[in-house]
């Protein structure tokens, strides 16, 4: 089923070869949906940050930069949305790295559009169902509720800022995985990293300031030269 006029998905199409976006292009939007399009890693992310698409296609050979690296970027600031790989290359090896680096599927050049379509529509049902589940992030004794904006210790209500907030949602959606200041500030502020800046420091004592008090445990933790951790268990 297509999406209606009034509920328009969009997608991000990252491709440098002019005739596949054509194609892409004119498939996709008379099946309704909205398009936009980038030929390489930086207007991916740009638009990916201004479009907020419900799926991303992603080529894997891409001029300007590797689709592999792209998708670790692209996982570190839409880690629910839907990526499906597009490429020549379809030996297994590459398979498996993109699976375990997070793309969701991945289709081999050439490929029939009634397929890619097939595809577009199960991964999009699979995750709006998972939207639909996610509006509470728990993690140990930590407790989130997106749509109440409520935070939880221990079942102790703790306040929040609007930026605290999305930051320790950030880190709960990455439960056990060490974040690098780069990945949370692209993921929470969304704009590139600055050496300088110790805007994720200063955000992440303003949440441990607020945390121990109310579990007298330390939450995040810091990994020295690497950036912070919120173990999957918190302890």
């Known amino acids: 089923m297509s999406p209606g006029k009034d509920s328009v998905m969009?997608?991000?199409?990252?491709?440098?070869?002019a005739l596949i976006v054509s194609f892409l292009e004119k498939?996709?939007?008379?099946?309704?949906?909205?398009?936009?399009?980038?030929?390489?890693p930086q207007d991916a992310l740009r638009l990916l940050r201004a479009s907020s698409p419900e799926l991303v296609l992603l080529d894997v050979m891409l001029r300007d930069g590797d689709g592999f690296e792209l998708l670790s970027e692209l996982r570190a600031i839409a880690p629910e949305v839907p990526v499906i790989m597009l490429t020549a290359r379809g030996d297994l090896d590459d398979r498996v790295r993109g699976l375990n680096l997070g793309a969701t599927d991945y289709l081999p050049k050439p490929f029939a559009f009634a397929e890619l379509?097939?595809?577009?529509?199960a991964h999009l049902r699979t995750a709006a169902q998972s939207a639909a589940r996610s509006d509470v992030l728990e993690v140990g004794g930590l407790r989130l509720d997106l749509l109440r904006r409520e935070a939880e210790l221990d079942e102790v209500p703790i306040e929040l800022s609007a930026r605290e907030f999305a930051l320790l949602a950030y880190l709960m959606r990455?439960?056990?995985?060490?974040l690098s200041r780069e990945q949370i500030l692209?993921?929470?502020?969304?704009?590139?990293?600055d050496p300088r800046s110790n805007l994720v420091d200063v955000y992440v004592g303003y949440l441990r300031r607020k945390l121990v008090p109310a579990g007298g445990r330390e939450v995040i933790q810091t990994v020295r030269g690497m950036g912070y951790r919120l173990p999957r268990a918190v302890a």
């Open 174 to 178: 990455h439960p056990g995985q060490v």
């Open 186 to 193: 692209n993921g929470v502020w969304g704009y590139d990293f």
């Open 27 to 40: 498939g996709l939007r008379a099946e309704g949906y909205g398009v936009v399009s980038a030929a390489g």
């Open 10 to 17: 969009n997608i991000l199409v990252v491709e440098d070869e």
């Open 117 to 121: 379509l097939a595809r577009i529509r």
